[in-house]
Protein backbone atom coordinates (compact mmCIF):
# COMPACT_ATOMS: atom_id res chain seq x y z
CA UNK A 1 0.00 0.00 0.00
CA UNK A 2 1.37 3.83 -0.67
CA UNK A 3 1.27 6.05 2.48
CA UNK A 4 1.73 9.91 2.48
CA UNK A 5 3.66 9.29 -0.61
CA UNK A 6 4.14 12.08 -3.46
CA UNK A 7 5.61 11.29 -7.18
CA UNK A 8 5.99 15.17 -7.77
CA UNK A 9 9.94 15.95 -8.07
CA UNK A 10 9.03 19.36 -7.02
CA UNK A 11 7.51 18.58 -3.66
CA UNK A 12 9.33 19.63 -0.71
CA UNK A 13 10.84 17.28 1.74
CA UNK A 14 8.52 15.94 4.52
CA UNK A 15 8.92 16.48 7.95
CA UNK A 16 9.08 12.71 8.77
CA UNK A 17 12.51 12.30 6.86
CA UNK A 18 14.61 10.37 8.99
CA UNK A 19 17.97 9.92 6.37
CA UNK A 20 19.74 7.14 5.06
CA UNK A 21 21.94 6.45 7.51
CA UNK A 22 18.83 5.41 9.80
CA UNK A 23 18.03 3.25 6.68
CA UNK A 24 21.05 1.54 6.45
CA UNK A 25 21.53 0.44 10.33
CA UNK A 26 18.23 -2.26 9.58
CA UNK A 27 19.54 -2.63 5.80
CA UNK A 28 22.60 -3.36 5.64
CA UNK A 29 22.17 -5.55 2.65
CA UNK A 30 21.36 -2.21 0.71
CA UNK A 31 24.10 -0.56 0.82
CA UNK A 32 26.76 -3.28 0.82
CA UNK A 33 25.66 -6.64 -1.66
CA UNK A 34 23.78 -4.83 -3.99
CA UNK A 35 26.08 -2.17 -4.99
CA UNK A 36 23.01 1.00 -4.67
CA UNK A 37 25.27 3.34 -3.96
CA UNK A 38 26.92 2.64 -7.47
CA UNK A 39 24.07 2.57 -9.03
CA UNK A 40 22.66 5.09 -11.17
CA UNK A 41 19.97 6.22 -8.12
CA UNK A 42 22.42 5.75 -5.71
CA UNK A 43 24.90 7.97 -7.54
CA UNK A 44 22.58 10.95 -8.02
CA UNK A 45 20.68 10.61 -5.12
CA UNK A 46 23.87 9.98 -2.34
CA UNK A 47 26.28 12.08 -4.58
CA UNK A 48 25.13 14.59 -6.71
CA UNK A 49 21.39 15.59 -6.17
CA UNK A 50 19.85 17.78 -8.64
CA UNK A 51 16.85 19.06 -5.97
CA UNK A 52 15.20 18.95 -2.95
CA UNK A 53 13.27 15.75 -4.11
CA UNK A 54 16.31 13.65 -5.23
CA UNK A 55 18.22 14.69 -2.08
CA UNK A 56 15.93 13.10 0.16
CA UNK A 57 18.10 9.40 -0.69
CA UNK A 58 16.17 6.40 0.23
CA UNK A 59 12.88 8.64 1.29
CA UNK A 60 12.79 9.89 -2.46
CA UNK A 61 11.29 6.34 -3.20
CA UNK A 62 10.23 4.79 -0.17
CA UNK A 63 8.52 7.71 1.49
CA UNK A 64 8.91 9.07 4.66
CA UNK A 65 10.77 6.61 7.27
CA UNK A 66 9.17 8.08 10.51
CA UNK A 67 5.87 6.20 10.48
CA UNK A 68 8.12 3.14 8.78
CA UNK A 69 10.53 3.14 12.23
CA UNK A 70 7.46 3.12 14.62
CA UNK A 71 6.62 0.13 13.46
CA UNK A 72 9.89 -1.68 12.07
CA UNK A 73 11.62 -4.56 13.89
CA UNK A 74 7.91 -4.30 16.69
CA UNK A 75 8.08 -8.23 17.65
CA UNK A 76 4.86 -10.02 16.67
CA UNK A 77 3.80 -6.76 14.13
CA UNK A 78 3.00 -8.25 10.53
CA UNK A 79 0.95 -5.81 9.32
CA UNK A 80 1.58 -2.88 6.84
CA UNK A 81 5.21 -1.13 7.00
CA UNK A 82 4.10 2.13 5.92
CA UNK A 83 6.71 2.50 3.30
CA UNK A 84 6.16 2.22 -0.29
CA UNK A 85 7.57 -1.17 -1.24
CA UNK A 86 9.46 -1.85 -4.92
CA UNK A 87 9.16 -5.68 -4.49
CA UNK A 88 7.82 -7.76 -7.59
CA UNK A 89 4.91 -9.53 -5.60
CA UNK A 90 3.88 -6.10 -4.94
CA UNK A 91 0.62 -5.07 -5.45
CA UNK A 92 1.12 -1.28 -5.66
CA UNK A 93 1.90 -1.34 -9.19
CA UNK A 94 -0.22 1.95 -10.24
CA UNK A 95 1.93 3.82 -7.49
CA UNK A 96 5.00 2.68 -8.51
CA UNK A 97 4.92 2.92 -12.16
CA UNK A 98 2.80 6.84 -10.88
CA UNK A 99 6.50 7.33 -8.85
CA UNK A 100 9.02 6.60 -11.38
CA UNK A 101 6.92 8.42 -14.57
CA UNK A 102 7.68 11.37 -11.92
CA UNK A 103 10.78 11.54 -13.14
CA UNK A 104 11.38 9.15 -16.12
CA UNK A 105 9.29 10.89 -18.78
CA UNK A 106 9.37 11.90 -22.46
CA UNK A 107 12.61 9.98 -24.50
CA UNK A 108 12.11 6.25 -24.39
CA UNK A 109 9.80 6.36 -21.82
CA UNK A 110 6.84 8.76 -24.25
CA UNK A 111 5.06 6.01 -25.57
CA UNK A 112 4.57 3.94 -22.02
CA UNK A 113 1.33 5.43 -21.48
CA UNK A 114 -1.18 2.75 -23.36
CA UNK A 115 1.81 0.64 -24.58
CA UNK A 116 1.20 -3.43 -24.21
CA UNK A 117 3.27 -3.34 -21.44
CA UNK A 118 1.81 -0.91 -19.15
CA UNK A 119 -1.62 -2.16 -20.51
CA UNK A 120 -0.57 -5.84 -19.27
CA UNK A 121 -0.40 -4.49 -15.59
CA UNK A 122 3.26 -4.90 -15.26
CA UNK A 123 5.21 -2.62 -13.07
CA UNK A 124 8.46 -0.48 -13.79
CA UNK A 125 10.21 -3.22 -11.53
CA UNK A 126 8.67 -6.45 -13.31
CA UNK A 127 12.01 -5.77 -15.38
CA UNK A 128 14.38 -3.20 -13.72
CA UNK A 129 16.27 -3.93 -10.42
CA UNK A 130 16.25 -0.15 -9.03
CA UNK A 131 19.58 -0.88 -6.63
CA UNK A 132 21.10 -2.80 -9.02
CA UNK A 133 24.33 -0.76 -11.03
CA UNK A 134 23.23 -3.18 -13.91
CA UNK A 135 21.15 -0.29 -15.78
CA UNK A 136 20.45 -2.10 -19.44
CA UNK A 137 17.55 -4.88 -19.19
CA UNK A 138 19.02 -8.25 -20.42
CA UNK A 139 17.51 -10.56 -22.75
CA UNK A 140 16.55 -12.94 -20.36
CA UNK A 141 14.72 -10.44 -19.04
CA UNK A 142 12.07 -10.20 -21.74
CA UNK A 143 12.97 -13.67 -21.93
CA UNK A 144 10.59 -14.52 -18.89
CA UNK A 145 7.46 -13.50 -20.47
CA UNK A 146 8.16 -13.94 -24.25
CA UNK A 147 8.58 -17.91 -24.30
CA UNK A 148 8.33 -18.08 -28.29
CA UNK A 149 10.68 -15.65 -29.04
CA UNK A 150 13.25 -17.41 -26.88
CA UNK A 151 12.28 -20.73 -27.98
CA UNK A 152 13.01 -18.99 -31.74
CA UNK A 153 16.56 -17.90 -30.45
CA UNK A 154 17.24 -21.67 -29.67
CA UNK A 155 17.35 -22.22 -33.65
CA UNK A 156 20.37 -23.25 -36.04
CA UNK A 157 19.95 -19.61 -37.45
CA UNK A 158 19.05 -17.02 -35.60
CA UNK A 159 19.87 -13.31 -33.69
CA UNK A 160 22.97 -13.20 -32.19
CA UNK A 161 21.07 -12.50 -29.00
CA UNK A 162 22.79 -15.88 -27.25
CA UNK A 163 26.30 -14.41 -28.47
CA UNK A 164 25.71 -11.32 -26.48
CA UNK A 165 26.27 -9.17 -29.79
CA UNK A 166 22.64 -7.21 -29.61
CA UNK A 167 19.92 -7.33 -27.32
CA UNK A 168 16.07 -6.83 -27.52
CA UNK A 169 16.53 -3.22 -26.92
CA UNK A 170 18.71 -2.86 -30.54
CA UNK A 171 15.45 -3.49 -32.08
CA UNK A 172 12.59 -2.98 -29.45
CA UNK A 173 11.54 -0.11 -27.37
CA UNK A 174 10.10 -1.88 -24.04
CA UNK A 175 8.41 1.22 -22.80
CA UNK A 176 6.27 1.77 -26.24
CA UNK A 177 6.61 3.26 -29.68
CA UNK A 178 4.03 4.25 -31.93
CA UNK A 179 4.78 1.47 -34.71
CA UNK A 180 3.54 -2.38 -34.34
CA UNK A 181 5.68 -4.69 -32.01
CA UNK A 182 7.03 -1.59 -30.16
CA UNK A 183 10.16 -1.01 -32.68
CA UNK A 184 12.42 1.57 -31.77
CA UNK A 185 12.32 2.76 -35.92
CA UNK A 186 9.00 4.06 -37.82
CA UNK A 187 9.03 0.51 -39.48
CA UNK A 188 10.58 -3.12 -39.40
CA UNK A 189 12.59 -2.35 -42.41
CA UNK A 190 14.28 0.72 -40.77
CA UNK A 191 14.71 -1.71 -38.19
CA UNK A 192 16.46 -4.37 -40.29
CA UNK A 193 18.45 -1.46 -42.05
CA UNK A 194 20.16 -0.36 -38.90
CA UNK A 195 22.50 -3.56 -39.32
CA UNK A 196 21.99 -4.46 -43.09
CA UNK A 197 22.54 -1.45 -44.59
CA UNK A 198 23.63 -2.61 -47.70
CA UNK A 199 20.02 -4.20 -48.48
CA UNK A 200 18.24 -0.72 -48.37
CA UNK A 201 19.30 0.34 -52.05
CA UNK A 202 17.58 2.33 -54.08
CA UNK A 203 18.14 -0.71 -56.41
CA UNK A 204 17.46 -0.37 -60.71
CA UNK A 205 15.94 -3.70 -60.36
CA UNK A 206 14.19 -3.74 -56.77
CA UNK A 207 12.73 -6.94 -55.13
CA UNK A 208 8.80 -6.07 -53.99
CA UNK A 209 8.65 -8.19 -50.78
CA UNK A 210 12.33 -6.75 -50.01
CA UNK A 211 11.57 -2.89 -50.38
CA UNK A 212 7.90 -3.89 -48.31
CA UNK A 213 8.81 -5.87 -45.46
CA UNK A 214 11.61 -8.03 -44.66
CA UNK A 215 9.43 -10.54 -42.70
CA UNK A 216 8.15 -11.82 -45.66
CA UNK A 217 10.56 -14.18 -46.17
CA UNK A 218 13.03 -14.03 -42.98
CA UNK A 219 11.52 -14.44 -39.44
CA UNK A 220 13.52 -11.79 -37.80
CA UNK A 221 14.21 -13.89 -34.53
CA UNK A 222 15.00 -17.52 -35.46
CA UNK A 223 14.58 -19.85 -38.42
CA UNK A 224 15.71 -23.52 -38.46
CA UNK A 225 16.99 -22.47 -42.40
CA UNK A 226 19.58 -20.81 -43.44
CA UNK A 227 19.15 -16.65 -43.25
CA UNK A 228 16.38 -17.13 -40.87
CA UNK A 229 13.96 -17.74 -44.00
CA UNK A 230 10.66 -19.01 -43.13
CA UNK A 231 11.03 -21.73 -45.76
CA UNK A 232 13.70 -22.92 -48.04
CA UNK A 233 13.87 -22.12 -51.72
CA UNK A 234 12.61 -22.86 -53.90
CA UNK A 235 9.27 -23.67 -51.46
CA UNK A 236 9.33 -19.73 -50.33
CA UNK A 237 10.27 -18.85 -53.82
CA UNK A 238 7.28 -20.71 -55.40
CA UNK A 239 4.82 -19.45 -52.43
CA UNK A 240 4.59 -16.49 -54.60
CA UNK A 241 6.21 -17.09 -58.11
CA UNK A 242 4.48 -19.27 -60.30
CA UNK A 243 6.39 -21.97 -62.44
CA UNK A 244 5.39 -20.87 -65.77
CA UNK A 245 7.85 -20.13 -68.66
CA UNK A 246 10.15 -21.63 -65.81
CA UNK A 247 12.03 -25.24 -65.87
CA UNK A 248 10.10 -26.24 -62.64
CA UNK A 249 7.02 -27.58 -60.71
CA UNK A 250 6.15 -26.60 -57.68
CA UNK A 251 8.01 -28.54 -55.15
CA UNK A 252 10.49 -29.82 -57.62
CA UNK A 253 9.46 -32.40 -60.29
CA UNK A 254 10.19 -33.28 -63.47
CA UNK A 255 10.99 -29.89 -65.55
CA UNK A 256 8.44 -29.08 -68.95
CA UNK A 257 10.94 -31.33 -71.11
CA UNK A 258 10.02 -34.20 -68.46
CA UNK A 259 14.12 -34.17 -67.82
CA UNK A 260 15.57 -34.34 -64.33
CA UNK A 261 15.72 -30.79 -62.31
CA UNK A 262 17.56 -31.35 -59.15
CA UNK A 263 19.64 -29.31 -60.30
CA UNK A 264 17.55 -26.66 -59.77
CA UNK A 265 16.54 -28.03 -56.02
CA UNK A 266 20.41 -28.10 -54.89
CA UNK A 267 22.65 -25.31 -52.77
CA UNK A 268 20.89 -22.19 -52.84
CA UNK A 269 18.30 -23.46 -55.54
CA UNK A 270 16.80 -20.13 -56.93
CA UNK A 271 19.52 -18.06 -55.35
CA UNK A 272 21.75 -20.05 -57.21
CA UNK A 273 21.20 -17.96 -60.17
CA UNK A 274 18.92 -15.27 -59.04
CA UNK A 275 22.18 -14.16 -56.57
CA UNK A 276 21.22 -10.81 -56.40
CA UNK A 277 17.98 -11.48 -54.49
CA UNK A 278 17.59 -8.26 -52.38
CA UNK A 279 17.82 -5.68 -55.69
CA UNK A 280 20.44 -5.18 -58.72
CA UNK A 281 21.61 -1.93 -59.89
CA UNK A 282 23.06 -3.86 -62.90
CA UNK A 283 21.60 -2.91 -66.57
CA UNK A 284 20.91 -6.69 -66.97
CA UNK A 285 19.35 -7.48 -63.63
CA UNK A 286 15.92 -7.29 -64.06
CA UNK A 287 16.21 -10.91 -63.45
CA UNK A 288 18.39 -10.14 -60.44
CA UNK A 289 21.03 -12.84 -62.04
CA UNK A 290 23.65 -9.83 -62.20
Not at 44 to 65: D, M, Q, V
Not at 104 to 114: I, V
Not at 221 to 238: E, F, I, W
Not at 262 to 277: A, L
Amino acid sequence: MLFVLSSSVNAEPDNHDVGDKECYLCHKYIKKNTGFLQSSHGVLFSNTPRNKWEARGCEACHGEGARHLDVAGVDGYSGPQLIQSFKPESDNIESINELCSGCHQGGDTLHWSGSLHQMSDLACTSCHTLHSKQREVKPKVCENCHTEIRAKLQRSSHMPMREGVISCMDCHNAHGSSTDAALSKPSLNETCYQCHAEKRGPFIWGHAPVQENCATCHDPHGSSHNGMLKMRPPYLCQSCHQTVFHPSEVRGGSGLSGTSISKFMGGKSCVNCHSKIHGSSHPSGAALQR
